[in-house]
């Protein structure tokens, strides 16, 4: 009995030992890792797993923005020009050259009928701007001296709000359709059209120059008004035809 007592305090003191002894050596480890690993070097391990833990974030760059607000830039040296047909009663049309905004609800300078800016082609300069009421009182025959008065090498932006075509005369028809426009004669009540013509020199082929979108109960946006059109492009600097 005395010596089965004595082996179970022998191995108690070995356990107790050997216990002592890892305790040490994982002490001793410690402190010699420390000393060769720096502290630094284990802050940023530690950085690093926090950020591995954290979900991910996707950060989508905004869309760069260009001039009147097209998708795409226009080259260096062209013109920008973005024109937006009135929608209803209440979104007023919109002509945008290099920027800036000639016509629109903001200037207060748009209106019923149709909306007309005269640009000079070789300065980007606005000449003129001006709306003509197609509805009430009589602006077909004023519209028309307009564009007859405007310079050559002039830029010629048109558009319309609400209606263009009830009060527009066979004079301001042809002259229209003098500087290019193929649909003008095809106007209807409440149409909504935009259009843009150079004045004694021809706009190049490719561009986007005209645009026409009919009334039409059964697919109109604004109850008795089509959905409002546009048309923009760049139109080259420097042209000589």
Known sequence: MQRCHRLSRHRDFIKLGGFI????????????????????????????????????????????????????????????????????????????????LIISEEKENVGRGI??????????????AKYFDMWEGEFSGPMT????????????????????????????????????????????FRSSWVFIAGKGFKLPENIENEKINHSDMNKNRYSGWPAEIQIEGCIPKNMTN
Request: hydrophobic share 35%; charged share 25%.
């Open 21 to 100: 002894i890892a305790s040490f050596c994982a002490w001793y480890l410690g402190s010699l890792l420390a000393y060769i690993i720096p502290e630094d070097s284990i802050m940023t391990t530690y950085d690093n797993l926090q950020n591995l833990a954290k979900k991910p974030k996707i950060v989508v760059p905004s869309p760069k923005r260009h001039k009147c607000d097209q998708w795409s830039p226009c080259p260096s040296q062209s013109y920008a020009y973005r024109i937006l047909s009135g929608g209803g009663k209440e979104k007023f049309a919109k002509i945008c050259f290099e920027d800036e």
């Open 115 to 128: 909306n007309i800016a005269v640009v000079n082609y070789d300065t980007g300069k606005v000449f003129a």
């Open 145 to 188: 001296d307009f564009i007859r008065k405007a310079p050559l090498r002039s830029l010629l932006l048109m558009v319309t709000h609400d209606d263009g075509s009830s009060r527009l005369k066979e004079d301001g028809k042809k002259a229209i359709a003098e500087l290019g426009s193929k649909e003008i004669r095809n106007l209807k």
